[in-house]
C-alpha cells in the first residue's frame, strides 16, 4: 500500500471514527431522554401515592418506613421556613413594610404578598 492510499485509509478510519462517536453520542441523548421521562413518570406516580397516603388510604407495608421519612422531612422543612420566617423578621432591612396592610415582605418584592398593594422601596433621607 502506498502513501496516497494509507492517507486515505486513515482519513476515512478517522472520519468513520468521528461519525461513530456523533452516532454514539445521539443515541445516548436519545437514551437520557428517555430515561428522564422514566423519572418524571416514576416521580408522579410517588406523588399519587403519597398524596393517598396522605389521605390516609391503605398503602403496601414496605412503603410504610418510607413515607414516615417524607412525614420527618417535612416537619424539618416546616422548622426551617419557621426559622427563615423569624430571621426575616429580625432584619427589617431586608423588609418592605406595605404602606396599605402594614405586612413584612422581602425587600426584593414588588407587590405584597399579603394584599397585593405595589410596594414602593423605602428611600433614605
Ligand atoms: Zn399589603
Known sequence: ??????????????ADKASHILEINRL???????EKSIKEFTQKIGDYYVAQMDRG??????????????????????ALQVN????????PSSQIRCTFCGAFNCAEEKFCAQCGNQLEPERDI
Open 1 to 14: 500500500m502506498n502513501f496516497w492510499n494509507r492517507a486515505a485509509k486513515a482519513t476515512k478510519s478517522a
Open 28 to 34: 445516548k441523548s436519545k437514551k437520557y431522554i428517555e
Open 57 to 78: 388510604l391503605e398503602i403496601p407495608g414496605e412503603l410504610n418506613d418510607d413515607y414516615q421519612k417524607i412525614i420527618e422531612c417535612r416537619y424539618r422543612i416546616h
Open 84 to 91: 427563615i420566617e423569624q430571621l426575616k423578621k429580625q432584619n
